[in-house]
């Protein structure tokens, strides 16, 4: 499974920025799609995750209420709707797919086996 994520770029505060990321290869209806990101200095954190055939949805709260995952099944691809941006959410954000169904276990890196290359989001003050 081969993973492109884009859409990132240079924004306000309180602007809107959607990220999308295009599956291709061996993809499968059972797969997680998983954004996480990671700031200058800081570890890859969780952001967001949704089970693929289902639809299921969720997020860490500090996102909530503001990103919206959600995913194409035409099109083999997942977006990240990011709204109200604040400066603390500027990171390189990736995108992952995992066989795996337990939550606890997708809010983690390890429970994915594919990754996107990462696409750069700065939230400017």
């Known amino acids: 499974v081969q993973l492109q994520a884009s859409g990132g770029g240079l924004v306000q505060a309180g602007d809107s920025l959607s990220l999308s990321c295009a599956a291709s290869?061996?993809?499968?209806?059972?797969?997680?799609m998983g954004w996480f990101r990671q700031a200058p200095g800081k570890e890859r954190e969780f952001v967001a995750i949704i089970f693929w055939r289902s639809g299921s949805a969720y997020y860490e709260d500090t996102v909530k209420g503001r990103f919206t995952i959600s995913r194409d099944n035409a099109k083999n691809t997942g977006y990240l709707q990011m709204n109200s941006l604040k400066p603390e959410d500027t990171a390189v954000y990736y995108c992952a797919a995992g066989a795996g169904l337990i939550t606890s276990q997708l809010r983690r890196s390890s429970g994915y086996d594919y990754w996107g290359q990462g696409t750069l989001v700065t939230v400017s003050s």
């Open positions: 290869g061996r993809t499968s209806s059972r797969y997680a």
